[in-house]
């Protein structure tokens, strides 16, 4: 019994791909930040409650809505408003990937007005940047907490060539150690 205990946990700190993570119901506040330094490559993956984001859950009904997601979106295409990177890293950065359930359009979510009340709604973002001096890549600030002032926490998980590591964050307290 202990085993299968222990193994479980050990599946979860470092097994978890964001697709698991979207799929088991999140904690409003919380997000989760991975990221994975290979080379000169480091790729970053955020998973956001849409509650943290846009303060609601649901596909957008009003105009006020679309508003709110089409700014969400703007700001988190745009890497440098989630993460300060060191500049003697030199990295090249490619416009962030965004997906969430609010960006599909269904025309028929009027009928299904109750079962959306009670879903839940994430923010997945992936980032990759091609950095000419990774070996500076020793601390990342992460400057999410000033823009969605409803998320109050970030668990990083970070797989660097020193091995992998976990840390949390919270607002006054963001920046990621990566030596
Ligand atoms: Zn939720």
């Known amino acids: 019994m ?91 950065i490619a416009p962030g990937k965004v997906e969430s359930a609010l ?12 079962s959306e009340e009670e879903a839940h709604a994430d923010f997945e973002v992936a980032y990759r940047f091609d950095c000419r001096h990774p070996e500076s890549l020793k601390s990342l600030k992460v400057t999410l907490f000033q823009h969605f002032p409803r998320l109050e926490k970030l668990e990083v998980q970070s797989v660097t060539p020193i091995g992998p590591k976990s840390q949390q964050l919270v607002p006054g307290q963001d920046t990621i150690q990566l030596d």
Not at 56 to 82: C, I, M, Y
Request: glycine letters at 4%.
């Open 2 to 92: 202990k085993r299968w205990a222990s193994s479980v946990i050990a599946l979860s700190l470092f097994g978890s791909s964001p697709m698991v993570l979207a799929a088991q119901p999140h904690v409003h506040g919380a997000g989760t930040l991975q990221l994975v330094l290979e080379g000169s490559n480091l790729n970053v993956e955020l998973l956001l409650p849409a509650m943290d984001v846009v303060g609601f859950e649901h596909a957008p009904r009003t105009a006020k809505h679309q508003e709110a997601v089409k700014t969400a979106v703007a700001l988190l295409k745009d890497s440098r408003k989630a993460l300060e990177l060191p500049a003697a890293a030199q990295c090249a």
């Open 103 to 114: 960006l599909e359009t269904r025309q028929d979510h009027d009928h299904h007005e109750h």
